[in-house]
């Protein structure tokens, strides 16, 4: 059973435009947001984050938005540029607790941004 | 020094041979974990260590035997593993006192054969 869902495998946008990366969480549970960005060949990287007290958190061009009744939240990278292509994991994580954080990852949506 | 090394990069064993992958931070970070991914398809938790002591395993095979030796290594021995065990492994630390993402390591890419 998927707690992180990325119903899309793959987004292709102009360079320059809007791209939206979409996720949702069943777990009411979890507490933390985080967005990893993959290139081939390299292990993610971490992006940007948002807690569950908050509905927006905004890093230059990369924003995510938290909606909880919805239990969705979404990526959104303004203006796009093609080293933005690369594949973007969703995760969450439950309310910490110390010790350590235990990520629950989304499939993934391979991003392809095209001049 | 903010880099997770991960080695090898690359390793192909076949069924019976036994081999060890090895993690290394030097972030002071007390938290360390052992993810799974295979292709299109999101990373699965296999072991976390926080303090050097086991936290939590996802009822991995006994063929795979994590290691913390110490508060900056991470180890992962591999024992007469299958060729579903074939995947890229991910090796990532976090701060044990705040609720911070990880830093990944770029990972090991593992043949069983």
Avoid at chain 1, 28 to 43: I, Q, R, T, V
Avoid at chain 2, 53 to 58: A, F, P
Wanted: net charge positive; hydrophobic share 30%; aromatic share 12%.
């Amino acid at each position: 059973d998927q707690q992180v869902k990325q119903n899309s495998p793959s987004l292709s946008v102009q360079e320059g435009r809007i791209s939206i990366l979409n996720c949702d969480y069943t777990n009411s549970m979890f507490d933390y947001f985080l967005w990893y960005k993959k290139y081939p060949a390299e292990g993610p990287t971490f992006l940007i984050s948002i807690s569950s007290i908050k509905d927006k958190n905004e890093d230059g061009r990369f924003t995510v938005f938290l909606n909880k009744s919805a239990k969705h939240l979404s990526l959104h990278i303004v203006p796009s540029q093609p080293g933005d292509s690369a594949v973007y994991f969703c995760a969450a994580s439950p309310l910490f607790s110390g010790g350590y954080n235990k990520l629950i990852f989304g499939a993934g949506t391979r991003l392809a941004v095209h001049p | 020094d903010t880099e997770v090394t991960q080695t090898p990069k690359h390793l192909v064993m076949g069924m019976t041979n036994k081999k060890s992958l090895k993690c290394e931070q030097h972030m002071g970070h007390r938290a360390m974990y052992w993810y799974k991914q295979k292709a299109k398809k999101p990373p699965e938790l296999m072991f976390v260590y926080s303090y050097e002591k086991l936290s939590i395993n996802e009822s991995v095979p006994s063929r795979f035997s994590p290691e913390c030796p110490n508060s900056s290594l991470l180890n992962l021995h591999l024992h007469a593993l299958q060729p579903e065990d074939s995947a890229l492994y991910l090796c990532a630390s976090s701060q044990a006192d705040t609720n911070y993402g990880y830093t990944f390591g770029s990972g090991t890419r593992l043949t069983v054969v």
